[in-house]
């Protein structure tokens, strides 16, 4: 039973596909034969294909962002002025107003035919005389060092011939020949100055010399 089950079932498969087979050649051939009869040719064309390039829409570009420079600012210049002074230094001066002078007229001055006689002032003699008055004496030290030189003692006399005051003019180099000759000349007596016939004070030089001989 079982075997025979299977053989109807196969020949059921196969007489379908025969009959499937013989369709499918029969649609064909009606086909070529109504292609044939009829004269309908088939042409297959490649239709090129239109493109058409759309372009993009523009990008929105954002706006640049501003930027704000800072201006400096503008200072006037710094002018320093002179400090003026304290007031405590300055002075105030007064101008004073002189009264006015009155100008007086010029009268007219007698001129008498015989000119007086001009007196003139004598003018001082210094011719004052020494006198007889003592030498120096002359400093042992110094002879014995050898020291010599000239001293010029200037000698203020009063009007009775006596020394009022003496200092050295000139040095002679050496202070111990200095010293001997103030001493010295401090006691002399002097002629006094004369103007006319009065006696006056005056000043004269005096030169004290101090030589070794030998």
Known sequence: MTTHAAEYTFGDATSRATALSIIIAAH???????????G????????PLLVSLVPDPPVARPPLPTRTVPLPEMR??????????????????????????????????????????????????????YLNNPAP?????????????????RVRVDPAGRVESIEVHKTSGFPRLDDA????VRRWKFQPARQGTQAIAGWALVPIHFQLEG
């Open 28 to 38: 064909v051939l009606g086909v070529a034969a109504i292609i044939s009869m009829g």
């Open 40 to 47: 309908i040719s088939v042409v297959v064309k490649a239709v």
């Open 76 to 129: 006037p210049p710094d002018i320093k002025l002179p400090t003026p002074p304290p007031l405590e230094n300055l002075y105030m001066v007064k101008v004073e107003e002189r009264p006015t002078v009155p100008v007086l007229e010029k009268t007219p001055v007698a001129v008498s035919e015989k000119p007086e006689p001009v007196v003139t002032a004598e003018p001082p003699r210094f011719d004052m005389a």
């Open 137 to 153: 004496s002359y400093p042992s030290l110094s002879r014995r060092s050898r020291e010599q030189g000239q001293v010029m003692l």
């Open 181 to 184: 000759a103030l001493a010295a």
